[in-house]
Each structure stands twice: as structure tokens, then as C-alpha cells.
């Protein structure tokens, strides 16, 4: 399915440098004010990151900085603690991303109907991604407030609960209050990206589905998600980056508690740089952090590869 | 300047490029000008240059905050009196001046002076980030005025490393109302004796302490109760460096342990809320200022809650914090500092101690002054400042790699089974590892 | 047969009313009370027996908002940071999806977009010390340009995948023959490209936007000067060191909401609007 112009160029592009830059040039044109800010900015950060981590780098013992190769890293997994936050951490990104895919699918068909106050209810599911995080987080821990928190008041009025839960604050329910707020403040990303890609879909398509008598599940099955295949999985592969990634949201809902039960890496990297000062360990973990990034990306790959070949 | 210039130039020329490429062969380009992108950089003329030092301020006051009216009036009263000085000031909240000050000092581009907290201050020294200070301010006629133990606070090493500019000492708050329907007419003075009005204070259906088992505030209560049972997370040694000596020395090891007991002992008795390990200080503050916590240990801010809810608020009074053997309260000490690489040192301290004098202070700090000239007035000031003597702050150590255990330790106490003991020796040994990592561990446990 | 399906598109459509009463309400329920909040007078901001309504409303903390303080330069700071970086990263995207969607088999350049996401996995944590010091050297500290830039390059891997995966649905022979009638790379993508993938563009064009309305850490990180801060960055103004505002804090909060939700209504309209009239020149 290429498309045939560059095929062509493709068979003699190694004999002729001067038709290899016509045919080629522009590619490379077009990306490269992408790849100058990335360079400056991700890049070099980046690479600088990466010879840190062999370095005992300790802002507080300035003297002690030296190259320890491996060191971090080995003190970094050979900490237990250190598996309980991945696997935490997992939890965390994987519970955010399918529980924010869940929701922002829904929505976005829901949204796509030809129903009255379209506009109306667009508005009001798009809200949540706009309220700053920091007011997010304060405002959810005042709403989830066992003492004075509105929600358990109202559960406990209507009488689903018999008395109010501490839902940041018991090992239990944290994790999972934790996620469902991250989700309510991402899901409607997921929503308008949706929808964009819903939208491409040609209504004659649906219709003409509808009249040989697909019913709405074979509709979603067999149109909506194929043809949404592409959008979704480029953000949920970016979700799985930022929310692995992520430390405020759990800080500000949780400080990583209680007694480290929502604890992940992220936090973890945090802590050790800007509040230990370790800034070479805090290195070592941001790449390994990277790289099991890179492995869940390339399973992911391999997955869908292999779904696409069978 | 000039970059900034170049900058909005290649902005205009990706868009300029776009609007012109995007046009097909076959059909005409609309060739209209779209070459300004409206930046109109007015030339700043250059005024001809006196000789004023301008000193970046980076402070938490908000200008348009009506508690600090005064400190801004201040400022532009510095400048008035200092024709050579003109202090700029910004407002930076202090949670994001913690680590903006580490990010810019580090690269050598610091403010000339800036709020900082006290449990900062040995982290920034070590960061080598503190000029001394000692000899300007052995200098300054008023030192005197200032208490020492504040001096202290603000010293590492022995060097003086901020200079302070206003107060916040913690004090036990209680609602009188609910102890007087309770028949509680003193405030407790000791522990057994909180535990003991506790039982009566049950029966009003409120929590008749509280604590908070998360965040900033909460270690700061703990180190308060090792004092109070006459120990601390680190002593200083003979050679200057610092040790946790629990491990090694089991009379000290005893006073942490009660200290654990007591925390065990308020979950079980219901003393403290049952939910209190996840209680940050917003929720302590709160719960307290709605009168459904009794009694609690607390600063002056406090009363900025009256506003909020002026019914619970009215009986609230001020006493001195129970202990176990030892009186002892948390102070906190908000400081000026300037900074290694500021090239404006000698201008920053003339500032700061002119901040400090009597004469400032009366203007901008009447409650909570650390000068001891400025006569304190109403329940709040008064209350809190009178405890001056029994105030202490963080022990001269890196605090960043203990805090996070001293508030496991917590929570530990309060939501596992683990015995105080085991507890204790488990916080013990995380610090003495923080200050290994961090070269301030002392090889030579003193007998 | 055809009264039941007549039937069952009624049922169907009353479910989807139930459902989107039940989002909306998991949506807007936090910031209906921010709402609530924001109008309480001070003494029921927080009670013991929390409610939705209040029978003494005010706007005394949107006059201390909006008026007495600096809240109204920090929004025009904000939507001037947002929209540059919007109108940039969307512009240098928009030519990095095409070329990584349309040219993927020049080498390198699938290498490339593999290396954009590579490259925005480093944790922003790690990158506040070499980011400043950029700035610095660059002698951008205290400028929008800081922010910008910054705000940019987080967005590109972004915006650009996203364009790519959209622009990987769009038929390629439309292009073909637009090549042929003598139209450049730029004209195929600003004639062609564009008005088919108008929701995509809003899409990500949103996510730009609200990625540089919300940050946080860089924005103050990288502004000191009160009249370039940003928004997020100035609401904890609003925090003291132990107490908060609450009222003045969701009053800036709706402030900051309400805008671009209006914003975003707006663009659906006009959207959809051009949809339709597309469709049926088409």
C-alpha cells in the first residue's frame, strides 16, 4: 500500500547522491524543526541523564562525586522496595490507561450520536482535562475526606454506606481512589481524540451496516474499532509513557501513601532527586525507567505485529 | 534581548514560509503580505545609569494580599531610606521556592535574597550555596535582640547562614468550651495527663487530640515528642559529625520507644482520630478549626482560620505543649538568605538585619516577631511567643533523606503491628544510612 | 418490522441519555463544587455538614480574583504562551507527521519518529536542572520564549503521532492526482491533508493547548517575574505555607476552566459546521 513515488525512488537512490537529495531532501526537510528542539531540549538532557547514572553524583557531598559504573544500579535493584513500586507503578499506569480508554471510547460514541445538546454534553465531558492538576488534586482529597468530604456524606445520607471510608488513606482503597481520579482527569483526552477519529468514519459506512442488519455490538466490533485502530494505539502508548512517568498526581492525592501503597518509581526518582539530592541514583532509576518503558513498547509491538500477520 | 529578537524572527519565518508554500502551482498565490508578525519591540532607551544595586527578592508575601500590605510597604520604605539600593521583590511561593532555589543557585544564577525555611538551610550549606554570615552579623548592634536558640536554628557548623525574619512557634490549642463541658479546667501539662482528660473528652463525641500522620507536619510533631521524652533523632559528636545513637545505647533507645507507645497508645484509647495516619496538616487544621478535634499542638496560623469558621473558632486558647520529662516545642523560623553567587552580598545583609531591626519589625511582624524588642500583642502573639524558651528546631543535618522515614515510622505505629521498639531501631538505622550517604555520620559512638 | 426497530432506536437513544447524564455527572461533579465553593461566603466554605448550595452566594472571591489581584495578567500570559505554542508545535508537527505517515521508507526517518518517543520518556523530574540551565545560557530565563520552546518540544512527539495515525487513514490518492496538477509537498498538505483531518487537527491542537495551560513545574521554574507567570504556577499564590483559600482557590480555579471549555464548544460548532458544508460540496 506505499504509495508509488517512493518506490521508484527507492531503486536508485545509492548511484545518484543529487536525485537521492531530490527524492529524499524534503523528508528530511520536514523534520528537521522537529528534530532541533527535540535535540536541544530532549536529547541532550537525556543523554546527559544516562552518564549521570554511572556516576555518584550527590548534591548534599560534593567531594564524593565520582564514576562508579554500575553501582547505582545495583543498589537500586537490589533493593526490594524497588520491585513492590514497579510492580505498584504498573498497577498504577496500566489501571489509569485501560480504565481512561474504557471510559473515553464510551463517551466518544455516546458523544457521536445524532442526539439533541450534542454541544451541551461535549462541553461538559471535555471539563475535567482542563482543571490544573494541582486544583484537581486538592479538590478530590477535600471531596474524598472521610470527616468532612462530601461524597462520603452523600453515600452515607443515601445510605449506600453505613459510614464514611477513608478511600485515600486505607492500603486497600488508595491505589484504586488514586486511579480513579487520574482517570477522570484524563479520560476526556481520550474522548476528543476518539471522536476526531469517529468522525472520519463515513456515516454511509454505519448506515449501510445498520441496513444488511449488523446489529450495535457488530457495528463496534467490526467497524468502530478497527477503524480506530491507528489513533488508539498511539495514545495508549503515549499514556503509557506519561502516566508511568507521572509523580504529582499521586503526590498531591497521597505522598505515596499510606506506608508507600501507591508508591511508584516515579515518585521514588523524585524523592531522591529533590529531596535527598541524590541525583545519580535518582539517574539510574529514570533509566531503568527507560528502558522498561522501551519493553513494554516493544511488546506491544510484537503483539500487534503478530495480530496484524495472523 | 537579542536573542529574543532572533527568536520571534524564526517564529515569523516558519509561519511566513507555510503560508507561502502552501500554495499549488496552477493556481495563483495569493500573494498578500504577511510578513509582520505583530512584535513591535519598543526600543528600552537606555536611562542614563546611576550606580543602584538592584537586589531580586524572591519572597512568599503577595502583593495584593492584605496581611502584607505592610511588608510591601516596607520594602519601599528600604528603598526610600537606601538611595543605592533598590530591592526588587517577587513572589514565590515556598513550596516551589525549595526547589527553584536549588535549581538556579546550582547554576550559579541564584536571587541576591530569599524567604527560606529553616530545615532548608543545612542542605544549602552543604550544597555550598550559604556565604557565612557570622562576622556581618557579630557586627549588627541589635544581634543582640534576636534569642539565641533562634541563632542557633539558623546556624551550621556554627556558622550563622540566614538571618530570621519572622516566627512561628508551635503551642498546644484546645477548645476550652468542649473541656469545660468535659469539667476540664487546666489545660493538660504532661502526657499521663492528656491521656487521662482524653477519657473525659471521649464522651463529647470528639476526637480529643489531634495529630497528623502525613506530610510536612507530621515529622516536625514526632522530633517534638523525642525531645519531649528527652532524646533526638541525632547527636552531635565529639568529632563535629552527627549519630543516631539508638541502637547503641539503650537508655536512649527507651526514651524513642515511649515515644512510639504514646502513638499506639492514643490509636488504641481513641485519642486520636482512627483515620489520623493519613491526616495531612490540612486536614488536622481543618477538623480542629470545626471543633471536631479537641485539642491539638499548632502555630499561629491558626487564626486565619477564625474566618472561616468564626463559631468553633471563638474559645480556642493557648497553652504550653504536654511533655514527658522534657518541655520542648517546635519552632520555625522563617529566614532571609542570600546566596553564593549573588553579586550583591554586602547590600543583601545590610537588608536583611534592616528587616530585622526593631524599627521594621514593629511595622511588618507586631504578633510574631524574633526581635525581642517588638512588644507582642493579643492571645496570639503573646500565647505562642512566650514559649520561646522551650523552642527548638531540626538538628544540624541534611534533613531530606529522614523526613520520609520519620513519617513511615508513623505510620507505621499506627497502622501495623510492629512494636515500638523494632520501630525505633528501624528509624534509628535509615538515619544514621542518610547520614552516611551524605558524609555527616559520625564513626565514634561515644560511650 | 418496522415499528420495533422504529421502537428500538427510542430505546436506544433514551440509553444514551442515561449514560451521558451518568459521565457528566462523574465529569463535572468535582468542578460543580469547586463552583459551589467558589460562590460560599467564607464561614461555609468548609463545614462539618458539607452541601452543594449555599443560600448566601457571593462574588466577592472572583472580584479578589479577577480584580484586586494579579489573576488577569497571568491568563493573558497563559493564552499567549498557550496559543504560540499551539500555532508552532502544531505547524512543525504537522510536517513530521506527514513525512513519518507519506516518506516512512526514506531511511531514517521512521528511526526518527521512534526516537521522538524515545525521547520524551526521561521524567520531567530529571529534566528541570538541565532545562534551567539551557535557559539560562540561552539568556531566555524570564521570558515567554522559555516556556514556549519548552512547552513545544513536550508536544511534538505528542501531536505528531497522532497526526501520523490520522493521516495514515486518509487515502492516498487524492494526493497522486494533486501532485500531478503541479501542487508542491505543502500545497498537497495545506489543500489536501488539512481539511480532511479538521477534528484531528482540533484534537491535538487541544492537547497542545492544555498541556502549556496547565504545566506547572517549568513554568516556575524558568519565571521569577510576576508579570510573566502563568497561571497553574500562580494559583498556589492563593496557598500559604499551612492554610489555604479555598474560596479565592476554586474561584481561580472556575476562572481557569470555564475559558477554554467555552473555546473548545466554539471550535465544535464551527467544526462540524465545516464538516457538513464540505460534505456537501463534496
Given amino acids: 500500500m506505499q504509495p508509488r513515488l517512493e518506490e521508484e525512488s527507492r531503486l536508485n537512490l545509492s548511484y545518484r547522491p543529487k536525485k537521492y537529495i531530490k527524492k529524499h531532501g524534503v523528508a528530511y526537510l520536514f523534520m528537521l524543526p522537529a528534530i532541533f528542539f527535540l535535540i536541544i531540549l530532549f536529547v541532550l538532557p537525556f543523554i546527559e541523564v544516562f552518564k549521570m547514572s554511572f556516576y555518584s553524583v550527590n548534591l548534599l557531598n560534593p567531594e564524593a562525586e565520582a564514576f562508579i559504573f554500575l553501582d547505582n544500579f545495583i543498589s537500586a535493584l537490589s533493593d526490594p522496595t524497588f520491585y513492590q513500586y514497579l510492580y505498584q507503578g504498573l498497577i498504577w499506569t496500566f489501571g489509569s490507561v485501560i480504565g481512561e480508554y474504557i471510559v473515553g471510547i464510551v463517551t466518544a460514541i455516546l458523544l457521536n450520536q445524532n442526539i439533541r445538546g450534542k454541544t451541551f454534553f461535549r462541553a461538559i465531558i471535555f471539563i475535567p482535562w482542563l482543571v490544573p492538576i494541582v486544583v484537581a488534586a486538592m479538590t478530590w482529597r477535600w471531596i474524598l475526606n472521610p470527616d468532612f468530604g462530601i461524597f462520603n456524606v452523600m453515600l452515607v445520607k443515601v445510605g449506600i454506606l453505613d459510614e464514611s471510608i477513608n478511600w485515600l488513606g486505607t492500603a486497600g482503597t488508595a491505589m484504586l481512589a488514586v486511579i480513579f481520579v487520574n482517570v477522570w482527569r484524563t479520560f476526556p483526552f481520550y474522548t476528543v481524540t476518539l471522536l476526531a477519529g469517529l468522525q472520519s468514519i463515513p456515516k454511509e459506512i454505519l448506515e449501510a451496516a445498520e441496513i444488511d442488519g449488523a446489529g450495535i455490538w457488530q457495528r463496534f466490533w467490526y467497524i468502530i474499532l478497527p477503524s480506530l485502530k491507528g489513533v488508539s494505539a498511539v495514545i495508549i502508548i503515549l499514556h503509557v509513557i506519561w502516566t508511568f512517568n507521572n509523580f504529582d498526581f499521586i503526590w498531591l492525592l497521597t505522598e505515596g501513601g499510606p506506608l508507600h501503597a501507591t508508591e511508584t518509581l516515579a515518585i521514588t526518582t523524585y524523592l531522591e532527586a529533590f529531596e535527598k539530592y541524590h541525583f545519580g541514583q535518582a539517574s539510574a532509576l529514570s533509566s531503568i525507567m527507560i528502558l522498561i518503558l522501551i519493553g513494554i513498547i516493544i511488546a506491544y509491538f510484537k503483539v500487534e505485529k503478530k495480530q496484524n500477520n495472523g | 534581548m537579542k536573542l529574543k529578537r532572533r527568536y520571534s524572527l524564526l517564529v515569523g519565518f516558519f509561519l511566513t514560509s507555510s503560508l507561502l508554500l502552501s500554495a499549488c502551482g496552477s493556481s495563483g498565490p495569493s500573494s498578500s503580505e504577511t510578513n509582520k508578525s505583530g512584535t513591535n519591540n519598543t526600543k528600552e532607551n537606555s536611562v542614563e545609569k546611576q550606580e543602584k544595586v538592584v537586589l531580586d527578592l524572591w519572597w512568599s508575601m503577595s502583593a495584593n494580599n492584605e496581611e502584607h500590605k505592610n511588608h510591601y510597604a516596607a520594602i519601599e520604605k528600604f528603598n526610600q531610606e537606601h538611595p543605592n539600593i533598590e530591592v526588587k521583590p517577587q513572589s514565590i511561593p515556598l513550596e516551589q521556592a525549595k526547589d527553584k532555589i536549588i535549581t538556579s543557585a546550582n547554576a550559579g544564577n541564584p536571587p541576591d535574597v530569599a524567604d527560606v525555611l529553616n530545615e532548608w538551610l543545612v542542605s544549602y550549606h552543604r550544597m555550598g550555596i550559604l556565604p557565612d554570615l557570622t562576622e556581618d552579623i557579630n557586627k549588627w548592634e541589635e544581634k543582640e535582640k534576636i534569642p539565641q536558640n533562634i541563632w542557633d536554628t539558623l546556624s551550621v557548623d556554627g556558622k550563622i547562614v540566614a538571618v530570621p525574619s519572622e516566627l512561628g512557634i508551635r503551642a498546644f490549642l484546645y477548645h476550652e468550651d468542649i473541656l469545660k463541658a468535659a469539667g476540664v479546667t487546666e489545660p493538660p501539662k504532661t502526657w499521663d495527663e492528656l491521656l487521662e482528660l482524653s477519657a473525659k473528652l471521649k464522651e463529647q463525641g470528639v476526637a480529643p487530640f489531634g495529630i497528623s500522620g502525613q506530610s510536612a507536619r507530621a515529622p516536625q510533631e514526632l522530633i517534638v515528642y523525642f525531645w519531649q521524652s528527652g532524646t533526638d533523632i541525632a547527636h552531635q559528636m565529639p568529632d563535629g559529625k552527627y549519630r543516631n545513637l539508638w541502637a547503641e545505647n539503650p537508655e536512649e533507645l527507651q526514651k524513642a520507644v515511649e515515644v512510639y507507645k504514646l502513638y499506639k497508645t492514643m490509636l488504641k484509647d481513641g485519642v486520636i482520630n482512627k483515620d489520623s495516619a493519613s491526616w495531612g496538616y490540612r486536614e488536622l487544621d481543618t477538623n480542629f478549626a470545626q471543633g471536631r478535634v479537641a485539642t491539638t499542638v499548632n502555630g499561629p496560623w491558626i487564626k486565619n482560620y477564625e474566618a472561616e469558621q468564626p463559631e468553633s473558632m471563638k474559645d480556642v486558647q493557648i497553652a504550653a505543649p504536654p511533655y514527658n520529662t522534657v518541655p520542648a516545642t517546635f519552632m520555625e523560623v522563617g529566614s532571609f538568605a542570600t546566596f553564593e553567587g549573588s553579586e550583591h552580598k554586602k547590600e543583601a545583609i545590610t537588608f536583611m538585619t534592616w528587616w530585622l531591626s526593631e524599627e521594621t519589625q514593629k511595622l511588618v511582624n507586631p504578633g510574631r516577631s524574633p526581635n525581642t524588642g517588638v512588644v507582642q500583642d493579643g492571645k496570639w502573639g503573646e500565647g505562642f511567643n512566650k514559649l520561646l524558651d522551650q523552642g527548638r528546631s531540626f538538628p544540624g543535618i541534611s534533613m531530606g533523606g529522614i523526613i520520609q522515614p520519620m513519617i513511615d515510622s508513623i505510620q507505621k505505629s499506627l497502622l501495623t503491628e510492629e512494636s515500638p521498639e523494632e520501630i525505633a531501631l528501624w528509624l534509628g538505622e535509615q538515619i544514621n544510612n542518610s547520614l552516611k550517604e551524605n558524609g555527616e555520620l559520625s564513626e565514634s559512638p561515644a560511650k | ?282
Avoid at chain 3, 136 to 158: E, G, H, Q, R, W
Fill in chain 3, 1 to 282: 418490522m418496522f415499528k420495533s426497530r422504529k421502537r428500538q432506536k427510542l430505546i436506544l437513544k433514551i440509553i444514551t441519555y442515561i449514560m451521558l447524564i451518568f459521565f457528566s455527572i462523574y465529569a463535572i461533579f468535582p468542578v460543580l463544587w469547586m463552583f459551589s465553593t467558589s460562590i460560599k461566603p467564607d464561614s461555609e466554605v468548609r463545614t462539618e455538614d458539607p452541601t452543594f448550595i449555599t443560600m448566601n452566594p457571593t462574588v466577592e472571591h472572583y472580584q479578589s480574583v479577577l480584580i484586586e489581584s494579579e489573576f488577569g495578567t497571568y491568563l493573558k500570559n497563559s493564552a499567549y504562551v498557550s496559543t504560540m505554542t499551539t500555532l508552532i508545535s502544531m505547524f512543525i508537527a504537522l510536517l513530521a507527521a506527514y513525512t513519518l505517515s507519506r516518506m516512512s521508507k526514506t531511511p531514517g526517518i521512521r528511526a526518527i519518529g521512534i526516537g521522538m518517543l524515545i525521547a520524551q520518556m526521561t521524567p520531567v523530574v530529571m529534566l528541570i536542572i538541565p532545562l534551567y540551565v539551557f535557559m539560562m545560557k540561552a539568556n531566555l530565563l524570564d521570558t515567554y520564549a522559555s516556556m514556549i520552546i519548552t512547552y513545544t518540544t513536550f508536544t511534538i512527539p505528542v501531536v505528531t503521532w497522532m497526526l501520523k495515525s490520522f493521516f495514515d487513514s486518509i487515502p492516498i490518492d487524492m494526493e497522486e492526482s494533486a501532485f500531478i496538477d503541479g501542487c508542491t509537498r505543502f500545497g498537497v498538505i495545506f489543500r489536501i491533508i488539512l481539511p480532511i483531518s479538521l477534528p484531528a487537527l482540533v484534537a491535538t491542537g487541544l492537547y497542545a493547548f492544555v498541556h502549556a495551560w496547565s504545566e506547572f513545574v517549568l513554568g516556575y521554574t524558568f519565571i521569577s517575574d510576576d508579570s510573566l507567570r502563568t497561571l497553574t504556577p500562580g494559583l498556589s499564590l492563593l496557598m500559604g505555607l499551612w492554610t489555604v483559600d479555598w474560596g479565592r482557590l476554586m474561584a481561580a480555579s472556575v476562572v481557569i476552566v470555564v475559558p477554554v471549555a467555552i473555546g473548545f464548544v466554539y471550535l465544535q460548532k464551527l467544526i462540524i459546521e465545516g464538516l457538513t458544508a464540505g460534505s456537501t460540496k463534496g
